[in-house]
């Protein structure tokens, strides 16, 4: 029985009665402890405290100012090539960039002078750089942040820096539909810019290259950008070696000595911790395909497209999401994350989504080099 709220009840006692045979009171005594123990039962049903419903796998939302997840099927090219060749497109782009600021005076390739992306310094002193990527969830202060739309697709604009400040930076940022989309940032050479014209200098850049390169309004992915790793890419790699890039976006520690590795019978695994979250790692030594990974009881999954050759699976619980990617040839790289409290969290999926394109975004890269 349940321990009770309350001090016992005091029932009324009837009036004395003058004695009665032994059997009659034995009798009476008898159905005086079933009403009693049938009045206990009939408490302790009611009490019991009833269990909660169970809560239901919610769909992610992704906010209205442009801050959150890209939650479209990343089934288009990447637009723009990564690794060695990552500004091979530049010439193609120069006059139409340089119309933006008196042309341009000078280029930079982030592949050979070591900056994050391909920038065109225009005559008028200011600077447009073009970088590529996964479309993230922004969590952080933004001085600017909005959704947009470049050439008819969405994406978002966005600062990092205050508006008063005199690095100030604007960026557009598209959402293709790609594990790779690109992003613009304008900025002025002196440190001297102000915000709202940096801001219309990125999103015309943008306007500029998604026409040219981005499938989706009528544009045609740069001849170098690449959309499959090689054959083999994978054959002599571990979980943990993937794991690597995909660790910073995940919310767990992303130190080497940090990480676990360990191996089941269908490969390699590799697990690492943070405060509140794991993420959980297998890199098949076969080449499976989904259909020989075991997928994960009651969870709601999704099957799409990841970019144009890849599968990916995605398996939502309350909590934690698991993440399978088929490559071409069969090879299965699969990740779990979530917080560790089973606290219900509907964008693990898109947070695991996006690791693994930078997992991917980093293979195709270093298959580009020697």
């Given at each position: 029985?349940?321990?009770?709220?309350?001090?016992?009840?005091?029932?009324?006692?009837?009036?004395?009665?003058?004695?009665?045979?032994?059997?009659?009171?034995?009798?009476?005594?008898?159905?005086?402890?079933?009403?009693?123990?049938?009045?206990?039962?009939?408490?302790?049903?009611?009490?019991?405290?009833?269990?909660?419903?169970?809560?239901?796998?919610?769909?992610?939302?992704?906010?209205?100012?442009?801050?959150?997840?890209?939650?479209?099927?990343?089934?288009?090219?990447?637009?723009?090539?990564?690794?060695?060749?990552?500004c091979s497109w530049?010439?193609?782009?120069?006059?139409?960039?340089?119309?933006?600021?008196?042309?341009?005076?000078?280029?930079?390739?982030?592949?050979?002078?070591?900056?994050?992306?391909?920038?065109?310094?225009l005559a008028d002193?200011?600077?447009?750089?073009?970088?590529?990527?996964?479309?993230?969830?922004?969590?952080?202060?933004?001085?600017?942040?909005?959704?947009?739309?470049?050439?008819?697709?969405?994406?978002?604009?966005?600062?990092?820096?205050?508006?008063?400040?005199?690095?100030?930076?604007?960026?557009?940022?598209?959402?293709?539909?790609?594990?790779?989309?690109?992003?613009?940032?304008?900025?002025?050479?002196?440190?001297?810019?102000?915000?709202?014209?940096?801001?219309?200098?990125?999103?015309?850049?943008?306007?500029?290259?998604?026409?040219?390169?981005?499938?989706?309004?009528?544009?045609?992915?740069?001849?170098?950008?690449?959309?499959?790793?090689?054959?083999?890419?994978?054959?002599?790699?571990?979980?943990?070696?993937?794991?690597?890039?995909?660790?910073?976006?995940?919310?767990?520690?992303?130190?080497?000595?940090?990480?676990?590795?360990?191996?089941?019978?269908?490969?390699?695994?590799?697990?690492?911790?943070?405060?509140?979250?794991?993420?959980?790692?297998?890199?098949?030594?076969?080449?499976?395909?989904?259909?020989?990974?075991?997928?994960?009881?009651?969870?709601?999954?999704?099957?799409?497209?990841?970019?144009t050759s890849y599968?990916?699976?995605?398996?939502?619980?309350?909590?934690?999401?698991?993440?399978?990617?088929?490559?071409?040839?069969?090879?299965?790289?699969?990740?779990?994350?979530?917080?560790?409290?089973?606290?219900?969290?509907?964008?693990?999926?898109?947070?695991?989504?996006?690791?693994?394109?930078?997992?991917?975004?980093?293979?195709?890269?270093?298959?580009?080099?020697?």
């Amino acid at each position: 029985m349940y321990p009770q709220p309350y001090p016992p009840l005091a029932y009324p006692q009837p009036p004395a009665r003058p004695p009665r045979r032994r059997r009659g009171t034995l009798i009476a005594t008898c159905i005086a402890l079933v009403a009693v123990a049938a009045i206990a039962a009939t408490l302790v049903i009611t009490l019991r405290p009833s269990a909660p419903p169970a809560a239901a796998i919610t769909e992610y939302q992704a906010p209205a100012n442009g801050s959150g997840y890209d939650t479209a099927v990343w089934d288009q090219p990447i637009p723009l090539p990564v690794g060695a060749n990552l500004c091979s497109w530049m010439p193609e782009m120069a006059e139409a960039s340089g119309s933006l600021g008196g042309g341009v005076v000078r280029t930079s390739d982030g592949s050979v002078e070591g900056g994050p992306g391909c920038s065109f310094r225009l005559a008028d002193g200011n600077v447009i750089q073009v970088r590529n990527g996964p479309f993230y969830a922004i969590n952080q202060y933004t001085s600017v942040l909005e959704a947009a739309t470049f050439a008819g697709i969405p994406g978002r604009m966005y600062s990092f820096i205050p508006a008063d400040d005199p690095d100030v930076t604007c960026t557009a940022q598209l959402a293709g539909r790609s594990i790779a989309v690109p992003a613009v940032d304008a900025f002025a050479l002196d440190n001297n810019g102000d915000q709202q014209a940096m801001c219309a200098l990125a999103r015309q850049g943008m306007e500029l290259l998604a026409r040219r390169y981005v499938p989706l309004p009528g544009g045609t992915p740069a001849r170098d950008a690449i959309q499959d790793l090689p054959p083999g890419a994978l054959d002599a790699t571990s979980a943990c070696d993937l794991a690597g890039t995909a660790l910073y976006h995940l919310n767990v520690s992303y130190r080497e000595e940090a990480r676990q590795r360990g191996s089941t019978a269908l490969g390699t695994t590799c697990m690492s911790a943070g405060q509140e979250n794991t993420a959980t790692f297998l890199l098949t030594t076969g080449t499976p395909g989904l259909a020989g990974v075991p997928p994960v009881a009651g969870a709601k999954v999704t099957t799409s497209r990841f970019g144009t050759s890849y599968t990916l699976r995605l398996e939502q619980e309350l909590a934690r999401c698991t993440a399978s990617l088929e490559f071409t040839g069969g090879k299965v790289f699969q990740l779990t994350t979530g917080p560790d409290r089973n606290k219900p969290d509907n964008s693990a999926c898109q947070a695991a989504r996006v690791a693994l394109a930078y997992v991917v975004r980093q293979q195709l890269l270093d298959s580009t080099f020697p």
